[in-house]
């Protein structure tokens, strides 16, 4: 089980982190992905970070201003997210896949886990 949090109103310009703990089972040989949903859109990838934390990927919207990353002691990894906008508006859920190799996937059916949610909403 992949657990979110984290989410709450922000103001734009502020910052804040989410974390995604798992349960259950280890991190340590899985890609793990935010993905986020704003209302009335289709899911999208946001940023993924492989099983050693040495391969890290962004979607172009985010790039510069998001941060993830990855404590295998606490089995967590985090999106630290900076410079919000209205428009980070969403949904945010992380996901998991096993993957040994460190690619890059940014699909939703890529993905095997799925955390439920945590909402970040900023405000203009």
């Known amino acids: 089980q992949l657990q979110a949090s984290g989410g709450g109103l922000v103001q734009a310009g502020g910052s804040r982190r989410l974390s995604c703990a798992a349960s259950?089972?280890?991190?340590?040989?899985?890609?793990v992905a935010w993905f986020r949903q704003a209302p009335g859109k289709e899911r999208e990838f946001v940023a993924s970070?492989?099983?050693?934390?040495?391969?890290?990927y962004y979607a172009d919207s985010v790039k510069g201003r998001f941060a993830i990353s990855r404590e295998k002691v606490k089995n967590t990894v985090y999106l630290q997210m900076n410079s919000l906008q209205p428009g980070d508006t969403a949904v945010y859920y992380c996901?998991?896949?096993?993957?040994?190799?460190?690619?890059?996937?940014?699909?939703?059916?890529?993905?095997?886990?799925w955390g439920q949610g945590t909402e970040v909403t900023v405000s203009s």
């Open positions: 996901a998991a896949r096993r993957d040994m190799d460190g690619r890059y996937y940014s699909q939703l059916d890529e993905y095997d886990y």
């Open positions: 259950g089972r280890t991190f340590s040989t899985y890609t």
């Open positions: 970070i492989s099983w050693s934390g040495s391969n890290t």
